[in-house]
């Protein structure tokens, strides 16, 4: 008889397919976050330049640095440490905006953007610049053309994410990049949901400033940063004042543990990028199969241009908010709409891309990495036809 520990043990319920919202820290992130925390030497502010114990907490900041300037293609000295992408996206929205008023107020984004990004763009407004905001096409993304008839004379930024954190459309970013370089507009890219998971080259494509943050490709929550191609001459206003860290742009003691755990986290995301974009594209293709041919399913916007990482789909007559709570002791999913105060909002990018009806009020968010298996998803697709039955049983 096999003795307790030796038993088979079942996954940890319920199995968590919301990655889109954040990812579980690296077991070798953590390690190495832990390692700083608990070393002697590394515990010192790393801005105490005047005795050798802040010039090594300082070593290891250059290092990672370096690391993440390296994957992003840029100089070191462009990668600015934030708390993740929204104070990034801040950063470079308001940052801009403040510093180059002169010359221009009007700015260009999309009405799918993340709310950050359209947050900081009404503050904007309230400032007195002018904004444009988008409709994206039925599969969810925004083409260069619309960009094009959106730019005016005194368009000073475009603004536009890598990839959708709802429904994972994918815009086409070397197109839009190529074009604001030609009409001499700055461009921003919200990378939150693809740094990592996608190849970026700010020396390949001529991004002028991208966010993103380390708890979206299995990094700690709480940091993130903003690079800046070309940043002596792309002065930025900052946020907030202080100590002139980072270049005078982010003031504050910088999290030592954090910034390497950013650091390490992008750089074994992009040593493992080609294994893990193979498997997710396997695992979207195994759910999207099974749902659509059992339920009915609806998917929201173009696989073909959309990250497979996260998928957006309704069922006919089933509300998001009902399946969620059916399903939540199994599986950890997303609607496609925000909840406020307990009253149920539709998402504004399902509307932006002309969905309505069931397919609006039953929008579900299910976001996959690389701990998922063929199992996981057998039980997910399990778990909602079963609770799919219940529901339809008491409408009967």
Known sequence: MPLEDEKPREPPRPIYFDTAATTRVAPEVREAMFQVLADPMLFANPSSAEHGLG????????????????????????VIFTSGATESINLALRGIALSHAEHGRHIVTSMIEHKATLACCAALERDGFSVTYLAPSTSGVVSPESIADALQPDTLLVSIM?????????????????????????????????AGKFPISLTRTPI????????????????????????????????????????????????THQIL???????????????DLKHVTALRAQFVDAVTNKLGAIIHGDPDCASPYILNFAVPGIRSDALINQTAAEIAIASGSACSSGA???????????IEGDSLYGAVRISFDRSHTEDDIGTAVETITAAIHRMRMLQA
Do not use: W
């Not at 900052?238 to 982010?250: K, N, V």
């Not at 149920?344 to 002309?354: C, D, I, Q, T, Y």
């Open 162 to 194: 890598h990839t959708n954190n709802e429904t994972g459309a994918m815009q086409p970013i070397e197109a839009i990049a190529a074009l604001a370089a030609e009409r001499g507009v700055l461009l921003h890219i919200d990378a939150a949901q693809a």
């Open 261 to 275: 755990g950013l650091a390490l986290a992008l750089t074994l995301a992009a040593a493992r990028r080609d294994e």
């Open 55 to 78: 010039r090594q907490a300082a070593v290891v900041i250059d290092q990672a640095r370096d690391a993440i300037a390296t994957e992003l293609a840029c100089e070191t000295d462009e």
């Open 344 to 354: 149920f909002e539709p998402s504004p990018v399902l509307r932006a891309m002309g």
């Open 208 to 255: 002028d400033l991208l966010s993103l943050s380390a708890h979206k490709f299995h990094g700690p929550k709480g940091i993130g940063c903003l690079a800046v191609r070309d940043r002596r001459r792309l002065r930025l206003q900052p946020l907030t004042y202080g100590g002139g860290q980072e270049f005078g742009l982010r003031p504050g003691t910088l999290p």
